[in-house]
């Protein structure tokens, strides 16, 4: 499937999902997940206009200032496909 905006997957644990959906930058869209090689993880595959290219594999970096918390999506390398 071709995408008109960057792709990337994250691997988030799925203790943690909830709380990392709700920390994903609002320009970025889940498009579909599939299993992680980790247990207890799941891949989750977004994509936005802001991800420069195709295949990534994401982290995020969070920060908190007072009362104000930043995520910082970072690329960590390549997806491997199958």
Known sequence: MKYKNGTAAIDVSVELLREAL???PST????????????????????SEDIAGHDLLMTCE???????RTVVMLPCGRTERP
């Open 62 to 68: 969070v920060k908190d200032t007072g009362s104000t």
């Open 22 to 24: 709700v920390l994903f």
């Open 28 to 47: 970025y869209r889940v498009i579909g997940s599939s299993c992680s090689l980790a247990p207890r993880t799941v891949r989750l595959i977004v994509e």
